[in-house]
């Protein structure tokens, strides 16, 4: 049952006992200097096979393996196999945490926290991609989302709830956004090998439940965060050897032709992929680019660093190009209100936070309600 509803309808903006009630997202608001540095460490991985099941290992890690650049670059067709090599994603799986969650189960004697005497030593648990819908809220204008989160054992966890509404319009999504996630999956088996010194196999079958994932731990002033991943490859000759370092993050977009293209590509897409790989410490992106037939024509690497660089260099401050500063001025506010407002230690309990474009960031609290997330044998294996 719900036990209390506190948004933008309150009268003030804190309850008695300076609980504040909702967070603002205006970018004004946080124009402050970056708050803190964010250095990713990888603390661990795992592998999801094609069925989906967990494997502490990194049997599905891919190696980098672009084409040469002495020979012509050769088309790469992006719809290749949409027919008859593809298994979509299964719409019917509801994972939420349950992967990263398996991990910190079994590998939690070295996350242990021996003088709080807490199970685990870090402060939040979620998935990076909940971490980027977060950090690039104050410029997001179309879609919201809401973010169960539930405190035990000294830790909050903050998992997505997906609105009916939305995985509706999820499934019923056109013929050609279809495509679109195949070719960005496809585009993988062009550039990766499954092997160190193997090469890419495009012939192969495309599975989207595949996939190996980085857990990252990151310490941000007074807050520990650990997160899961999924990672598109390593590159075996990157001069960052080390994990996060020598990941490689692959996408896909259409060449561009004109400045206004470039502008709207790096105001509204450049973002995303900015604060995805800035979160896991992916140093660099390999764009394909792809002309009017689906296949990639030009490959191009970008460095995450540089991106919000260049956003200002093609939006104009007076434009108003969004700010890596203002994003994680934001971020750490959110984790800021999340920790106060979230006290009672219950698996059980779940604060939904809510927050869709235009208004403040709200949160509803709810018991032992379809919203509680954190699984019984998660719970149980956590207690012993
Ligand atoms: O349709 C799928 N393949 C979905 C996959 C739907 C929903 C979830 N997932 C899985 C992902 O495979 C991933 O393991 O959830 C996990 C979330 O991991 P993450 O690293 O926190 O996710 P995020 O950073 O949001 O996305 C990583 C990749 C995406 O790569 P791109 O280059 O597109 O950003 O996970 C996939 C995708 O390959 N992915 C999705 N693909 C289609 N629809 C979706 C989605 N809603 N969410 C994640
Ligand atoms: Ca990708």
Sequence with gaps: ??????????????????????????????????????????????????????????????????????????????????????????????????????????????????????????????????????????????????????????????????????????????????????????????????????????????????????????QMGSHSLLFSAEVDCTDPQSPWPDPPGCYMELKTTRAMQSCAHRRNFYKYKMIKWWAQSFLSGVPRIVVGYRDDMDSVVELKTIKTASIPKTAKKLIGEEQNCWKAKVCMNFFVSFLDFVKKVVTTDDPKLVHLFEWEPEGPVSYTVHRDSEYTFLPEWYVKAIKR
């Design 1 to 218: 049952a719900k036990v209390g509803r506190f948004s933008l309808a309150a009268p003030r903006q804190r309850t008695d006992t300076g609980i504040p009630f909702v967070l603002p997202i205006s970018p004004s608001l946080y124009e402050g200097p970056f708050p803190f540095a964010w250095h990713p460490v990888e603390v661990g991985h795992f592998s999801l096979d094609a069925q989906r099941c967990y494997c502490g290992d990194d049997h599905q890690l891919c190696y980098y393996a672009p084409p040469s650049s002495s020979i012509p670059f050769p088309r790469f067709d992006l719809l290749d196999g949409y027919h008859d090599r593809y298994v979509p994603w299964n719409e019917g799986l509801r994972e939420g945490l349950g992967k990263v969650l398996k991990w910190i189960a079994q590998n939690n004697k070295q996350l242990q926290d021996k003088e709080k005497r807490q199970p685990l030593n870090v402060d939040y648990v979620t998935l990076r991609g909940h971490l980027t819908k977060v950090l690039t809220t104050p410029y997001e204008t179309r879609q919201g989302w809401q973010l169960a989160v539930s405190l035990f054992c000294g830790t909050l966890y903050l998992s997505e709830i997906v609105p009916e509404a939305v995985r509706r319009q999820r499934k019923q999504c056109s013929e050609r956004a279809k495509q679109q996630t195949y070719m960005g999956y496809k585009f993988e088996k062009y550039m990766c090998a499954d092997t160190q010194n193997g090469t890419p196999d495009p012939s192969a079958v495309v599975n989207t439940h595949e996939a190996f994932c980085t857990v990252i731990q990151v």
